[in-house]
Every structure is written in C-alpha cells, then in structure tokens.
C-alpha cells in the first residue's frame, strides 16, 4: 500500500514537497515512481527512479526544478518540487514497480502499485 502526502497550495515560484510512504513490502525491491494526472488530461511521467535512488529520470516539464529521492529505511519516496509553476497543478500520484536490476520506469504500465493522489496547486 503506497500514501501519499504532502501537497498543497503554493504561489508560483515556491516549492513543496511531497511523499509516499510504502507498508506491507520490502520498499527497496522495488523502483518508483511519481506521475501526475491535471483536469482532462491523461495521467503523465513525471519523475523516477531505480531502487536505490542513484539513477533518476525526469520529464523535460520539471528536470532541474523537481528531484526525486528516497529512504528506503523509512520506505519513503519523496519528490522536491522547486520554481512552482501553475502548469505544475495536478493530482500527484506514487507509484511502485518491482524492480530489476537497476532499472527505474516511466510509463504508467510498468507500475502496479499505485498511491491515492495527493492534490498540488499552484496560483499564479
């Protein structure tokens, strides 16, 4: 079971960060992930990474101004997000997938576990 936690209202140029805390795994056998879904469009890539949290991959939107990372002591994935924009405004979701080796997923079929959402809103 994945929770999410953390979003909010922000003005642009602010920063919030969001979390998802695992239960009921081993949270390092698997990689994450974080999507986001805005109102009327499809659920979108925004960040991953492998098991451990040394490989990352973002979606060009919010490379260098969101990081992904994780603790795997606390089962927690976070993601940082910096230089708030409105566009950034959506549903944020967790999302975990076994891992192999070390690779880290960024397509929402990859992952079979998901989190509720946790709601970002960004004014301008």
């Known amino acids: 079971q994945l929770q999410a936690s953390g979003g909010g209202l922000v003005q642009a140029g602010g920063s919030l960060r969001v979390s998802c805390a695992a239960s009921?795994?081993?949270?390092?056998?698997?990689?994450a992930g974080w999507f986001r879904q805005a109102p009327g469009k499809e659920r979108e890539f925004v960040a991953a990474c492998n098991w451990s949290g040394g490989w990352t991959f973002y979606a060009d939107s919010v490379k260098r101004r969101f990081t992904i990372s994780r603790d795997n002591a606390k089962n927690t994935v976070f993601l940082q997000m910096n230089r708030l924009k409105p566009e950034d405004t959506a549903v944020y979701y967790c999302?975990?997938?076994?891992?192999?080796?070390?690779?880290?997923?960024?397509?929402?079929?990859?992952?079979?576990?998901w989190g509720q959402g946790t709601q970002v809103t960004v004014s301008s």
């Open positions: 009921g795994r081993t949270f390092s056998a698997y990689a």
């Open positions: 999302a975990a997938a076994p891992a192999i080796g070390s690779a880290y997923y960024t397509q929402v079929s990859d992952y079979a576990y």
